[in-house]
């Protein structure tokens, strides 16, 4: 599903943003620009959505983003949050894959005890430069 709610993003003294979403109760984050902000508020949106989806609880209503009160220091603006895109993004349960290798290949990782899946597994964290645990 997805949803848009207004946040607010407060610059700080240092230079770096703070966003809140009044209507989603807690959720509070922050970033070192506000393009960071921004994205870190869309995840932290959806992950808040998610759970809610899941728990099958009420979602709140999202408030008018204009006639939002705001201070000096503030701007608010509408942040898209996709409930299914960021399942898709965080789904960490094992998927079945058929590839294809060499024989020869085959035959040598399995001589030397290698688990195919666990390798393909550290190869495209490597490549992707992700981290250890997604």
């Given at each position: 599903m997805k949803y848009v709610y207004p946040v607010v993003f407060t610059r700080?003294?240092?230079?770096?943003y703070m966003a809140a979403a009044p209507d989603l109760p807690g959720l509070v984050t922050c970033g070192r620009t506000l393009t960071e902000a921004v994205d870190m508020a869309q995840d932290a949106c959806e992950?808040?959505?998610a759970d809610a989806e899941k728990k099958k609880e009420e979602l709140p209503k999202p408030s008018d983003a204009q006639s939002m009160a705001r201070e000096d220091g503030q701007t608010v603006?509408?942040?898209l949050a996709d409930t299914d895109a960021y399942r898709r993004r965080t789904d960490s349960h094992a998927v079945k894959k058929t590839l294809t290798i060499p024989a020869w290949m085959a035959y040598q990782a399995e001589e030397a005890g290698l688990g195919l899946s666990q390798?393909?597994?550290e190869?495209?964290?490597k490549k992707l430069n992700l981290p250890e645990q997604v």
């Open positions: 700080d003294e240092d230079g770096s992950m808040w959505l603006a509408l942040v390798l393909l597994q190869a495209i964290r």
